[in-house]
């Protein structure tokens, strides 16, 4: 008996020391992001039911001065899908619907509507043009109240991608569907939906859908870009546009609430669980990306909406959270997600450090001024303005490009590096874009 005491001690002495390391690092992790303005926003960081880190980094509001903390709230985008689907799931245990329905059950009228189920929804394998890819739409209607049958209109007639279930294609259409079909089996608004089976029952007090007219001291600002030299904010998506795909907004602190539940089959039972985390193509289930972290099943999902990126990313078997919310549009989540769980794991990770980079003289700028075509429907404008060489991508804010040498320039994000290039006669007429291991081709048209 005293030897299983010791033994307990030891075992626990172990783990706190684990703890409190892993806490240690971690924060100094993000702040080292922080401090290079690649990371603006909330961190929660949780092992076998502890919190490790739970802190805001940066400005929730950048003309105020006001910093981000462990309460500031933040738009999720994608994550909201997560939510859908465990809704689906719970309508579907009541014996309200089934998966294995086909879309016609509920819209008659709908093309091809009895060739695609409820599951190929959830599971983007519908073929279903995503609403989202329209420029028209997202440049000029995204902050307005709209309702389902103009958004349905914007998708419903279109050609389908691939035939139902033969392949796989990202749609937030298949998500705003599945929405629309909450609603007409419970009678209610999505939004009600949600919080009766998931929000009222967590206590997750500080999520909802409206942040549009949000009243709150810790609602974030979303910018598009955030240096220390500039900001540029962003409009909210309306919650009506974004619906059951992103309209979601939280806390770090209610996502771990969320992730209790799930560790805890409160909300979805195991059998349900293991529905929403086997992936059918493209490593996708119900509402969740799957992979795998130390020979063990990681499940997550990002979110992007005008001034905010959101990452959140578990390991069930061995009680991990990982919740990661930006109001700054940081492209960094990612590494900064995958040196979290090295952390956690007691492996390497390097910290981020500021590339060193050289001032051209302007004339030598000017040579590289044009229009570049990246593909047919992005195009950039390469400017000099105050001494530095600016990029204007269609539809996006402007960035700075960081010289490393003459024709070799990367932008203050860890992936994107541009490579300009020259004819025969020495003149730019392109460059080579290097971004999230892909290497693309862009010629100067102007």
């Not at 981000?68 to 738009?75: A, D, G």
């Not at 905010?308 to 990313?313: A, H, I, L, R």
């Amino acid at each position: 008996m005293k030897t299983r005491f010791i033994f307990s001690i030891i075992l626990f002495i172990h783990y706190y020391s684990h703890a409190q390391d892993a806490a240690t690092k971690a924060d100094s992790l993000v702040s080292a992001y922080a401090r290079l303005y690649q990371f603006n926003g909330a961190v929660l960081v949780a092992e076998n039911g502890t919190v490790l880190l739970n802190k805001g980094y940066g400005y929730r509001n950048v003309s105020d001065k006001i910093l981000n903390t462990e309460q500031s709230i933040f738009q999720l985008g994608s994550v909201t899908k997560q939510f859908t689907a465990a809704v689906i799931l719970k309508l579907q245990a009541e014996k309200k619907l089934s998966v294995t329905d086909h879309l016609n059950k509920y819209f008659p009228d709908y093309p091809r509507g009895d060739s695609i189920t409820i599951e190929q929804l959830l599971t983007h394998t519908s073929g279903i043009y995503n609403y989202t890819n329209d420029e028209k739409f997202m440049a000029n209607e995204i902050t307005k109240s709209t309702n389902r049958e103009k958004i349905m209109a914007m998708f419903k007639d279109k050609p389908l991608d691939f035939s139902p279930g033969s392949s796989w294609s990202y749609s937030n259409s298949g998500y705003a569907l599945l929405g629309y079909i909450i609603e007409a089996v419970t009678k209610q608004p999505y939004e009600a939906v949600v919080r009766k089976y998931i929000f009222t029952p967590l206590k997750m007090t500080h999520s909802g859908f409206d942040f549009t007219h949000l009243k709150s001291n810790d609602k974030t600002t979303g910018y598009f870009k955030l240096t220390a030299k500039e900001s540029a904010p962003a409009p909210i998506v309306d919650s009506t546009v974004a619906f059951s795909a992103g309209a979601i907004y939280s806390t770090t602190g209610d996502l771990y609430l969320w992730h209790k539940a799930l560790e805890n089959y409160s909300i979805l039972t195991k059998q349900q669980q293991e529905k929403a985390f086997t992936p059918l193509k493209e490593h996708y289930g119900y509402g969740w990306f799957i992979d795998s972290t130390e020979g063990k099943r990681r499940v997550g999902h990002g979110g992007g909406i005008h001034g905010f990126v959101t990452n959140v990313s578990r390991v069930p078997a061995d009680d991990i959270c990982i919740v990661l919310l930006s109001n700054a549009s940081d492209g960094t989540l990612n590494d900064i997600t995958k040196s979290l769980f090295a952390i956690l794991y007691n492996k390497e990770y390097v910290l981020p450090k500021e590339k060193p980079h050289m001032q051209l003289p302007e004339a030598t700028l000017k040579q590289y001024e044009g229009e570049y075509e990246i593909k047919p429907e992005l195009h950039v404008v390469m400017t000099v303005k105050d001494g530095e060489l600016v990029a204007s991508p269609t539809g996006q804010p402007d960035n700075v490009m960081y010289a490393e040498k003459e024709d070799s320039f990367f932008l203050n994000q860890p992936d994107i590096q541009i490579n300009f290039t020259r004819n025969d006669k020495k003149e730019v007429d392109g460059f080579i874009l290097h971004q999230g291991g892909a290497t693309i081709p862009c010629k100067k048209i102007k």
